[in-house]
């Protein structure tokens, strides 16, 4: 089952924050933030595994909420380079390898 | 950059001909995934391999088949290529399975017509 991600589109200014939401009808083991900028792949920012590590680029921030099965991405002081769209991909425990991939946040930072 | 690279990156195609998508890896990972994406829809998982002659259905998988006969190389063949295949599709690659610190490098795409 696809996760939910929220808002489906966010318009910034320069220097503005945002957050970004993904949720889950299902008990997760991990969720992965990547960015795709238009016509490249995407770009791998976060893993976040139940029970509170994480992995990722020192800029980004992100939660997992266990209770909830919902994660957010923290993006703060953003810049024009952050534009693009933002996917997460959740791991159920028995899912066998499997991401199943939201339908994208996408991302517009104006100067 | 990882280094993956797919060929062809763009094709157009009849309906009903076979399409023969090819991921090579310079990596040396063990896990290789074939992705379409389309709108509105993500990222869906078609197949996944795990090892050299080891692969597995994703969610997509009716209509595609894989093919793994050296660890660089991941194949995804569209038997019989529907205009419903139109799609971009992505090769990744990782060093370990998901769930662990699992990192998915992505290839730059192929983009497939189907007409």
């Known amino acids: 089952q696809q996760p939910v991600q929220s808002p489906q589109a966010v318009i910034l200014r320069e220097g503005e924050d945002a957050v970004i939401n993904c949720s889950s009808s299902k008990a997760l083991y991990s969720v992965h933030w990547y960015r795709q900028k238009h016509g490249e792949a995407p770009v791998f920012l976060m893993i976040?595994?139940?029970g509170g590590e994480q992995k990722g680029h020192e800029k980004i921030s992100a939660s997992f909420n266990e209770k909830k099965q919902q994660s957010s991405l923290y993006l703060t002081a953003s810049q024009l380079s952050y534009s693009g769209t933002y996917f997460c991909?959740?791991?159920?425990?028995?899912?066998?390898?499997?991401?199943?991939w939201g339908a994208g946040t996408k991302l517009i930072i104006k100067p | 950059d990882a280094g993956i690279t797919q060929s062809p990156r763009h094709k157009v195609t009849e309906t009903g001909t076979p399409v023969t998508l090819r991921c090579h890896q310079t990596?040396?990972?063990?896990?290789m995934y074939w992705y379409r994406q389309d709108p509105g829809h993500g990222l869906r998982l078609i197949h996944y391999s795990y090892g050299v002659k080891d692969t597995d259905k994703g969610e997509v998988s009716d209509g595609y088949s894989v093919s793994r006969s050296k660890t660089e190389d991941f194949l995804l063949t569209l038997e019989s290529a529907t205009s419903s295949q139109t799609s971009v599709y992505f090769c990744a690659i990782s060093e370990s399975m998901a769930g662990e610190y699992n990192e998915q490098f992505f290839g730059p795409g192929t983009r497939l017509t189907v007409l």
């Open positions: 990596e040396n990972h063990r896990y």
């Open positions: 976040l595994l139940k």
């Open positions: 991909g959740t791991e159920k425990a028995d899912s066998n390898y499997q991401l199943i």
